[in-house]
Nanobody, 123 residues
Framework: QVQLVESGGGSVQAGGSLRLSCAVF????????MGWFRQALGKEREGVAF???????SYADSVKGRFTISKDNAKHTLYLQMNSLKPEDTAMYYC?????????????????WGQGTQVIVSS
């Protein structure tokens, strides 16, 4: 059974940093693209950062230059390093595994989802 388990969320002040992790179980995720999404209260889920199976990355404009997505295939773990956090980054963050190998930016392109980890950034 495929499981994605996020960790690393928490509360920080604006300007601070957090590193999210997503452990993947029961899935050969090295051959598919992965992504981080977030959903703030009352808003739609939005894509934040994406990584293809070959390591190519892509970011939403709102986080470009501040967030970095990476993965460790040996550890079956996806990461999201978040620096210079802003109050508008406050949201539930989800990792997801897509159906294919190339960059995927829309939630409908993703087959498996984690339960989410909460990030709160105070001003």
């Amino acid at each position: 059974q495929v499981q994605l388990v996020e960790s690393g969320g928490g509360s920080v002040q604006a300007g601070g940093s957090l590193r999210l992790s997503c452990a993947v179980f029961g899935y050969t995720y090295s051959g598919v693209s992965m992504g981080w999404f977030r959903q703030a209260l009352g808003k739609e889920r939005e894509g934040v950062a994406f990584i293809a199976s070959d390591g190519t990355t892509s970011y939403a404009d709102s986080v470009k230059g501040r967030f970095t997505i990476s993965k460790d295939n040996a550890k079956h773990t996806l990461y999201l390093q978040m620096n210079s956090l802003k109050p508008e980054d406050t949201a539930m963050y989800y990792c997801a595994a897509s159906y294919g190998w190339d960059i995927a930016s829309h939630p409908s392109e993703y087959a498996y989802w984690g339960q989410g980890t909460q990030v709160i950034v105070s001003s």
